[in-house]
């Protein structure tokens, strides 16, 4: 997906002026979350570390809800600025262009949902290139700070999703419990039935729940899956 473009079935998500580019387990989270949401009423949706939008591209097609995105990345925000403008749902779409942390200082409006793809390497390597940098290590954003962040940010009855890698799942969940959420939905995802987990995709609620635990392979058989293919067949052009 090395394309300046990716063409999706009713939209079109330009990344080359973004470090980190439109990739499958984005996309698979994306309509996970927006199968989860799609009968709920929710007033406020706000999109955590927006990169090319991707995310909140793919919940305003499947829905009417007011989704504001922030990115601290500028190169990152001006282009997904200009994915939501030349999207069909541009009345719907806001991108915030700063850091979450300081957005609770300056808006008085809670979110009902909360998505966030985060970044994924805390304790590896940086690379030398520092927009990568912010889109791939937490050297800018902790999971801690970033569950402190949305802490501050959602409502009394809002829930949030995370994608993280698989590794981390325990962590994260350690983490929220810490701050009173609980875990209400998780997915852990294969790369095909032969591969062990590498990305879990999370839902949590200050609710106390029995969480709903699932698993699911991208391929099988060298063909993508069915379940995959039901949870992408909105988006992905080839199904």
């Known amino acids: 997906m090395g394309n300046h ?16 580019k439109v990739c499958t387990d984005a996309c698979l989270f994306g ?12 007033s406020a949706i706000l999109d955590i570390g927006a990169g ?11 829905s009417v809800h007011s989704i504001e995105a922030i990115e601290i990345e500028a190169a990152a925000a001006h282009q997904a600025t200009n ?13 915030i262009h700063g850091d979450v942390q300081d957005l609770f200082l300056k808006k008085e409006i809670q979110y009902d ?19 990568k940098n912010l889109a791939l290590h937490s050297k800018a954003l902790t999971l801690k700070e970033l569950i402190n962040s949305i802490e501050n940010l959602l409502s009394s009855t809002g829930e ?28 852990h995802v ?3 039935t032969h591969h062990s987990f590498f990305r879990s995709m999370l839902i949590f609620s ?11 392979s991208i391929k099988e058989n060298n063909m993508y899956s069915t379940e995959f293919r039901q949870l992408l067949s909105s988006y992905y052009l080839q199904f």
Request: hydrophobic letters at 40%; one cysteine or more.
């Open 113 to 131: 949902f909360i998505i966030s793809n985060p970044p994924f390497f805390e304790h590896d390597l940086p690379s030398n290139n520092s927009n």
């Open 190 to 192: 294969k790369q095909t």
């Open 5 to 20: 473009f990716f063409n999706f079935k009713q939209f079109t998500v330009y990344q080359d002026q973004c470090a980190m």
């Open 31 to 42: 309509s996970w979350v927006t199968n989860y949401i799609a009968d709920k009423y929710l």
């Open 160 to 187: 949030f999703a995370i994608l993280i890698p698989y590794v981390r799942f325990e962590y994260l969940v350690e983490i929220a419990q810490s701050k009173g959420y609980h875990l209400k939905k998780v997915t």
């Open 206 to 216: 200050r609710k106390a729940c029995l969480p709903e635990i699932n698993e699911m």
């Open 83 to 95: 994915n939501f403008n030349q999207s069909p749902w541009s009345n719907q779409l806001k991108l």
């Open 52 to 62: 090319t939008g991707l995310l909140s591209l793919m919940i305003a097609q499947q």
